[in-house]
T-cell receptor, first 112, second 116 residues
Framework: AQKVTQAQTEISVVEKEDVTLDCVYE???????LFWYKQPPSGELVFLIR??????QNEISGRYSWNFQKSTSSFNFTITASQVVDSAVYFC?????????FGTGTKLQVIP | NAGVMQNPRHLVRRRGQEARLRCSPM?????VYWYRQLPEEGLKFMVY????????ESGMPKERFSAEFPKEGPSILRIQQVVRGDSAAYFC??????????????FGQGTRLTVV
């Protein structure tokens, strides 16, 4: 069985603050992939990052960074210097054997 | 190289009608996944199909819902006798393998079903 937990339901930050979105997962698979998706108010799913279970290297892409820690089964996402356009629901997802399991999402509101 | 195409983007049905949602996977992808997102909720797995086969339908409601992925043509998610509770966004994803391999999971833009 797979499970993805995003404990933060909603977060509000003031523009230019840094914010970290937490993601904790459970799986029995030894090979799996972790994803983050952004869902803006328009509703589509925007792919942000994919990480496989053997690659624990942290990644930075512009204002976005991801911290994958296999020892704690966490894959946290940090936005540095947040902007209003970052306001969206963010989903963490686990692709294990045959299916993708999504967390319930974290709604981020960036206040100008 | 077009992405996963879902149509229609928006679908309105009256209670009791049938809804047919289409998903054309990316070229070369033979695995399709359907997910449902109820209002203000996360995405829930419904069904996983390969060409002409249903591999896992553990997330599908037992009645009124069916899915297919024929040898030719798009995958179809069919909802018979729709009820208001079926109103949701339905997302389709495709991949070339059971796992994503070296690629990200490709999702379509979703079909928003509204039952009135």
């Amino acid at each position: 069985a797979q499970k993805v937990t995003q404990a933060q339901t909603e977060i509000s930050v003031v523009e230019k603050e840094d914010v970290t979105l937490d993601c904790v997962y459970e799986t029995r698979d030894t090979t799996y992939y972790l994803f983050w998706y952004k869902q803006p108010p328009s509703g589509e799913l925007v792919f942000l990052i994919r990480r496989n279970s053997f690659d624990e290297q942290n990644e930075i892409s512009g204002r976005y960074s991801w911290n994958f820690q296999k020892s704690t089964s966490s894959f946290n996402f940090t936005i540095t210097a947040s902007q209003v356009v970052d306001s969206a629901v963010y989903f963490c997802a686990l692709w294990g054997y045959q299916k993708v399991t999504f967390g319930t999402g974290t709604k981020l509101q960036v206040i100008p | 190289n077009a992405g996963v195409m879902q149509n229609p983007r928006h679908l309105v049905r009256r209670r009791g009608q049938e809804a047919r949602l289409r998903c054309s996977p990316m070229k070369g992808h033979s695995h399709v996944y359907w997910y449902r997102q109820l209002p203000e909720e996360g995405l829930k797995f419904m069904v996983y199909l390969q060409k002409e086969n249903i591999i896992d339908e553990s997330g599908m409601p037992k009645e009124r819902f069916s899915a297919e992925f024929p040898k030719e043509g798009p995958s179809i998610l069919r909802i018979q006798q729709v009820v208001r509770g079926d109103s949701a966004a339905y997302f389709c994803a495709s991949s070339p393998l059971e796992r994503t391999g070296g690629t990200e999971a490709f999702f379509g833009q979703g079909t928003r079903l509204t039952v009135v």
